[in-house]
């Protein structure tokens, strides 16, 4: 399924990593917290300064969530982005 985000808006896949703690116990999903780093996946055509691929930072309580294909995604307008990582 594709996705096209409209005007200011990106459409962005977690970066889904593994908690685990200094003593080895893995951290179950209902207690992480929400990510904050992603990879964006589509853009609207009023976005500027993210691209197709970039990873970036967002705030943490930004976006609507969408599961696609079993797949968790965020759209949020880009002023919500905080950086892009490099």
Known sequence: MKFKPLKDRVFVK???DVEKTSGGIYVPDVAKEKPQKGTVEAVGKEVKEVKVGNTILFD???GSKINLDNTEYLILKEEDILGIIE
């Open 14 to 16: 977690y970066s889904e």
């Open 60 to 62: 943490k309580f930004s």
